[in-house]
Nanobody, 121 residues
Framework: QVHLVESGGGLVQAGGSLRLSCAAS????????MGWYRQAPGKQRELVAH???????IYADSVRGRFTISRDNAKNTAFLQMNSLKPEDTAVYYC???????????????WGQGTQVTVSS
């Protein structure tokens, strides 16, 4: 089994910063891409940022220039640095990882339980 655990969420004023972490543990041979998604009340889950094992990144237009995704491959951990936060960034943030569990396995997508980010105006 593979577990993803997010941390770092909380309440912050507009203009502030938070840093989210996502640690993957369990039966892991390799992690391909990792990503952060978010879901606000009444809205669909959306991609925030995505990073490949080689470090290539993709960002949603709404966060580009404010958020930075990174990862530590040796520790199976991904990070999301969020600066200049806005009230519209308020959501539950979920970590996603595309995991290869053994040398003979295919890729399985795993999700964390989510961490709440609330930005007050």
């Amino acid at each position: 089994q593979v577990h993803l655990v997010e941390s770092g969420g909380g309440l912050v004023q507009a203009g502030g910063s938070l840093r989210l972490s996502c640690a993957a543990s369990g039966s892991i041979f390799r992690i391909n891409a990792m990503g952060w998604y978010r879901q606000a009340p009444g809205k669909q889950r959306e991609l925030v940022a995505h990073i490949t094992s080689g470090g290539s990144t993709i960002y949603a237009d709404s966060v580009r220039g404010r958020f930075t995704i990174s990862r530590d491959n040796a520790k199976n951990t991904a990070f999301l640095q969020m600066n200049s936060l806005k009230p519209e960034d308020t959501a539950v943030y979920y970590c996603n990882a595309d995991v290869v569990r053994t040398a003979w396995s295919g890729i399985i997508a795993y999700w964390g339980q989510g961490t709440q980010v609330t930005v007050s105006s």
